[in-house]
Each structure stands twice: as structure tokens, then as C-alpha cells.
């Protein structure tokens, strides 16, 4: 119940092209939906992150799509570029964020011109 | 901006041994974690710490783990005797209201 299920493994997206990675959880009690970005050899950073009282979050090229009912969340990615190739993951936290992280498998996004 | 630092960036030990990674995590913040990454998997939480005590722990953290916050600023890792499987990437975080910032990691080797 406190897994996060995420795909797809891997994704190849054209330059200029749309990138999207779905999330699925199980834990009703998850109340707080973020995204971390993460290059080869650093840390996770946070790109962006959701909760549930809205459906949708944008910040510049970077959508969060949320369905609390199917208990899903998705990134979108608009404009793909050469530097958003990374590892992206999903996590899923309860108490708005101040409990620990459960992280999802991870998304290895490459980006080809 | 403020970050928070991990050191050192590898270690290699031999299996058996002590190690004891350090973390020091943003001056405000009150909750901190250690996670690990398993090269090529998910990021897996092991401890969270608030108020100089443990507040949670995953199953992998066992008896060999511990950790400490010895002077009010370091925030340590220690696992008293590694195994092979202990081979991993250690990260840090510390967390400000849900926002949670990562080190760069420390790269455990055990050989």
C-alpha cells in the first residue's frame, strides 16, 4: 500500500516534443505529490509539486495533471530539451509534505535533437 | 542559496568495517532524512529525525545503522558493520515546510 508505481522505465522524446510519466498510488493518506529531477552523479531536486485540492499545476514548461479519484499523477514536460535529459522521479508524502517520501521507480528521460 | 552538503563524496570500505557518513543540512530546518539509491534504482527512505530523536525508520534500517546529531549541526550516518549489499548512494535531506532539499550524495563502495 505505500508503494508508488511509475512509468514508463525509460523514455526517447524529440526535441520540441511533449514528455509525459505516469504515477499511480495506493495510500489514500498521501497528500502531497512532488516531482524530483536528477542528473547523474547529484542528488534528487524538487521540480514541482501538487496536492490534492487542484487537478492540474503548471509552473513554465512543467505540468503536474492529478486524478484523485484514480488515484493517478502524471508529469508533462512542453517544449522537451536536450538539458531536461535526467532521471526523473514521482514521490508521494502524507502530512502535507512533512512526512518521509515514498518515491516511485524512476523515469530515465533522453531527449534527442 | 543554501544547500545541503554531504561528505565525503565516496567512500570505500572493506566489508566488515565502521562507516560514517556526514550530512550538514540547512541551518533552519528542524526534519532531516537519510535515503539510499541502489546504483540504477529508486531513491529508498531509511530514518527521519526530528527533535534529536529518531521519528521514523524503514525495515532496512537495522541494528547496524545509526544515526546522531552530535553538535546541533552535523547530522550522521553510521553503519557499524558493512556488507557488500550496504554499496549504495547515501543521500541527506532536511526538510523546510514539505519541501524537502537533498545533498549531492555520498557513494559507498564496499569491497
Known amino acids: 500500500q505505500q508503494q508508488v508505481k511509475q512509468s514508463p522505465q525509460s523514455l526517447i522524446v524529440q526535441k520540441g516534443g511533449i514528455s509525459i510519466i505516469n504515477c499511480a498510488y495506493e495510500?489514500?493518506?498521501?497528500?502531497?505529490f512532488p516531482w524530483y529531477q536528477q542528473f547523474p552523479g547529484k542528488g534528487p531536486a524538487l521540480l514541482i509539486a501538487?496536492?490534492?485540492?487542484?487537478s492540474e499545476k503548471k509552473e513554465g514548461r512543467f505540468t503536474i495533471s492529478f486524478n484523485k479519484s484514480a488515484k493517478q499523477f502524471s508529469l508533462h514536460i512542453m517544449d522537451s530539451q536536450p538539458g531536461d535529459s535526467a532521471t526523473y522521479f514521482c514521490a508521494a508524502s502524507s502530512d502535507f509534505g512533512n512526512e518521509k517520501l515514498t518515491f516511485g521507480t524512476g523515469t530515465r528521460l533522453t531527449i534527442i535533437p | 542559496e543554501p544547500e545541503v552538503t554531504q561528505t565525503p563524496s565516496h567512500q570505500v570500505t572493506q566489508m566488515g568495517q565502521e562507516v560514517i557518513l556526514r550530512c550538514v543540512p540547512i541551518?533552519?530546518?528542524?526534519?532531516f532524512y537519510w535515503y539510499r539509491q541502489i546504483l540504477g534504482q529508486k531513491v529508498e527512505f531509511l530514518v527521519s529525525?526530528?527533535?534529536?530523536?529518531?521519528?521514523?525508520k524503514s525495515e532496512i534500517f537495522d541494528d547496524q545503522f545509526s544515526v546522531e546529531r552530535p553538535d546541533g549541526s552535523n547530522f550522521t550516518l553510521k553503519i557499524r558493520s558493512t556488507k557488500l549489499e550496504d554499496s549504495a548512494m547515501y543521500f541527506c535531506a532536511s526538510l523546510r515546510i514539505a519541501e524537502a532539499f537533498f545533498g549531492q550524495g555520498t557513494r559507498l563502495t564496499v569491497v
Open positions: 541551518s533552519n530546518h528542524l526534519y
Open positions: 495510500n489514500t493518506a498521501f497528500d502531497y
Open positions: 529525525f526530528y527533535n534529536n530523536e529518531i521519528s521514523e
Open positions: 501538487i496536492r490534492p485540492d487542484v
